[in-house]
Nanobody, 126 residues
Framework: QVQLVESGGGLVPAGGSLRLSCAAS????????IGWFRQGPGKEREFVAR????????YYTDSVKGRFSISRVNAENTAYLRMNSLKPEDTAVYYCAGGGRAYGVAYYNPIAYAYWGQGTQVTVSS
């Protein structure tokens, strides 16, 4: 069992930056894949980024490539999402998710992740 808590959200102007944190408690954080998802107003939850347990394989959705960076520090049981050049369309609740390897399930599918945080609001003003 892993508990995940996000922090670092807030209100920023377009072009600004934020770093979201995902603090994990429980067992075996270093064994889990960590994903970031977001859900904007009136929209479905969408995949943002994923990092593998060792931190050497990452994936991003096309709309954030070159602007967002996912990382993790296993010794600190924490994952991060660095967000630069933020746009109003990035406004959403951002969720951290964790899980083991989900065979036959795409990494961008929410069902690949067993554990979820409560979310942190990111608002980008124009």
């Amino acid at each position: 069992q892993v508990q995940l808590v996000e922090s670092g959200g807030g209100l920023v102007p377009a072009g600004g930056s934020l770093r979201l944190s995902c603090a994990a408690s429980g067992r075996s954080f270093s064994d889990y894949y960590i994903g970031w998802f977001r859900q904007g107003p009136g929209k479905e939850r969408e995949f943002v980024a994923r990092i593998n347990p060792s931190g050497d394989e990452v994936y991003y959705t096309d709309s954030v490539k070159g602007r967002f960076s996912i990382s993790r520090v296993n010794a600190e049981n924490t994952a991060y999402l660095r967000m630069n050049s933020l746009k109003p369309e990035d406004t959403a609740v951002y969720y951290c998710a964790g899980g083991g390897r989900a065979y036959g399930v795409a990494y961008y599918n929410p069902i690949a992740y067993a554990y979820w945080g409560q979310g942190t609001q990111v608002t980008v003003s124009s």
